[in-house]
């Protein structure tokens, strides 16, 4: 995306566990928090509170998200490049 901006950055970790991570990162805000992530659905539930939040937000709606990504860190031989998910 070279001609597009950087609305915000953000990054749910140790989802399941008894503590969570939650990074948000934009122009307006820094956050980061410790809570419970029960699971993936539920960090997903976060990110989109946090883009449409009246003070921390970055988006007026849901569809106003185009892509969605997630980053695998152990693939092993299955991920070992980008790859589209459909």
Same mark, same amino acid.
């Given at each position: 995306?070279?001609?597009?901006?950087?609305?915000?950055?953000?990054?749910?970790?140790? =989802?399941?566990?008894?503590?969570?991570?939650?990074?948000?990162?934009?122009?307006?805000?820094? =956050?980061?928090?410790? /809570?419970? =992530?029960?699971d993936h659905k539920s960090g997903l539930e976060k990110?989109?509170?946090?883009?449409?939040d009246d003070k921390t937000g970055v988006i007026s709606?849901?569809?106003?998200?185009?892509?969605?990504?997630?980053? /695998?860190?152990?693939?092993?031989?299955?991920?070992?490049?980008?790859? =589209?998910?459909?």
């Open positions: 995306m070279p001609q597009q901006e950087v609305l915000c950055s953000g990054m749910i970790e140790r =989802i399941g566990l008894e503590k969570g991570k939650v990074h948000y990162k934009s122009s307006k805000d820094k =956050i980061e928090e410790e /809570v419970v =992530i029960k990110v989109v509170n946090l883009l449409l709606s849901r569809n106003d998200i185009k892509v969605v990504s997630h980053r /695998v860190v152990h693939g092993g031989s299955t991920f070992t490049k980008t790859t =589209i998910v459909t």
